[in-house]
């Protein structure tokens, strides 16, 4: 039985989510632990939160390990934290997901999500019950823990140039959607020095604002506000903040794609190599054959990007959702990081975002989901194999079918009983012909189990 997805483990609240059960993971995970090391525990603002956590940390506590709560905070604030302070992290948080989901997210010690051959570890130690239960003297204790967020802020400015943001003295609406952000990027804008307006940033599990998923339907008023006012740009982060998302002061919202290839054009040099999966746009490698730098590709998931990122001593990586690795920051999809450095760029160059997004190779992108059950995909992913065997594929991760000048992706969520088809093209025509001949294909097979 496999546990842990992309990212985590997720689950709706009382039907997958029940307190036996994240008692029992929190026990494997203090099992699969030294007794006595440190875990550090942070969540986003869900209203199932504190249940999660509870339950998780009291299945810690009865294996002999400590736990130090940090409350509300950023995944990545979370996984600093963990680095600098503890010996292991836990995040209760479902991203993006509706609000009657939540997740239990490991941490490595260096700040890394867990790899995948220690997510098996503790999912054998969880399967066969072989839980280390110690006695009432050496049960774990539990503490408040210090100021994360304060410190994740001040690591940030840390790492870009504080003094030229000030200097442009920004104007900047940013869409917390009531998620953690709300106790961190207003304020991170703040000490650089910018004018902000915000949006949903009161931290609301309910998610009363819009859904999350900072996707171009749930960003209507960010992107009325920035078109309507005199802004330089408009911000939006996803519910626990790993990701981030720009609107142009135009109220133009901008893909995931284009400001991670935006950043890569201006930190790749000669000889660098940049991260990302199999998912992310042609404009990379253009970028990157431009700047003398090299491509990696991997499979969807922050992990495996930062963790081959730590391989191969990349500059820079990041995945198409908005979700971009700094390593001079941590190795990890960090929001408010990535906020900070598009500052900076526009700051160095002294362009509005409209013209450095014009700037770059220009493709169309598109993703949808298919509702598909959890025990059919593998069936449907090797009929998918079958059915393109004779075309250009790539098969890292899912069926990627590539063409001229366009490609089409077809793989399984790891979160969500869904498949996810992404496209990209030269055209908008091309792209929804792609997408909707694919859907087709899917959807006739996903029927067929």
């Not at 995040?91 to 941490?107: D, E, L, M, Q, W």
């Not at 991170?188 to 859904?211: A, I, M, T, W, Y």
């Not at 991260?275 to 746009?281: C, D, F, K, L, R």
């Amino acid at each position: 039985m496999r546990l842990f997805g992309t990212n985590g483990i997720r689950g709706v609240i009382g039907e997958d989510f029940t307190p036996d059960f994240l008692a029992k993971i929190g026990m494997a995970i203090g099992t699969y632990l030294s007794e006595g090391s440190t875990v550090i525990a942070g969540r986003d603002p869900r209203v199932s939160g504190d249940m999660v956590q509870n339950a998780v940390i009291s299945g810690l506590l009865s294996t002999g390990i400590d736990v130090i709560d940090i409350g509300i905070a950023p995944t990545p604030a979370v996984q600093l934290y963990t680095k600098n302070h503890g010996d292991f992290g836990l995040i209760i948080t479902a991203s993006h997901n509706p609000p009657r989901f939540n997740g239990v997210k490991a941490i490595a010690g260096d700040g890394t999500e867990l790899s995948r051959n220690e997510e098996r570890k503790i999912e054998d130690i969880y399967q066969k019950e072989r839980f280390r239960i110690v006695p009432w003297d050496r049960t774990g204790i539990y503490s408040p823990g210090g100021d994360a967020n304060s410190e994740y802020v001040r690591r940030i400015l840390d790492n870009v140039n504080v003094e030229k943001i000030k200097n442009r003295k920004f104007k900047v609406a940013i869409d917390c959607a009531n998620g953690a952000s709300s106790l961190t990027s207003p304020y991170l804008l703040e000490e650089l020095g910018v004018k902000v307006v915000s949006l949903n940033c009161q931290p609301d599990g309910r998610f009363p604002g819009h859904e999350s998923e900072p996707k171009p339907e749930n960003l209507n008023d960010l992107m009325i506000l920035v078109k309507e006012g005199d802004f330089d740009l408009g911000v939006a982060h996803d519910g626990d903040a790993d990701r981030v998302i720009f609107v142009d002061e135009k109220g133009n919202f901008i893909p995931g794609d284009k400001s991670l290839a935006l950043v890569a054009k201006y930190i790749l040099e000669n000889g660098d190599i940049i991260v990302t999966p199999v998912s992310s746009s042609m404009a990379i490698e253009e970028i990157a054959k431009m700047n003398g730098a090299k491509v990696v590709y991997t499979k969807v998931g922050a992990p495996i990007v930062a963790r081959k990122m730590i391989e191969v001593k990349a500059k820079f990586g990041g995945e198409e959702n908005g979700g971009m690795i700094i390593p001079e920051m941590q190795y990890c999809r960090d929001g408010a990081m990535g906020l900070a450095k598009v500052l900076e760029i526009m700051a160095s160059t002294g362009k509005n975002l409209s013209e450095l997004i014009n700037d770059l190779p220009q493709y169309h992108q598109g993703k949808i989901s298919v509702p598909c059950a959890n025990n059919k995909k593998d069936d449907v992913l090797k009929e998918l194999e079958k059915e393109f065997s004779e075309e250009n594929t790539i098969t890292i991760d899912g069926v990627k079918i590539v063409g001229e000048n366009w490609w089409v992706l077809i793989r399984p969520s790891g979160t969500e009983p869904i498949y996810r088809i992404y496209a990209e093209a030269k055209t908008k025509e091309k792209l929804e012909e792609l997408i909707e001949k694919y859907r087709k294909i899917l959807e006739e097979i996903i029927q067929k189990f």
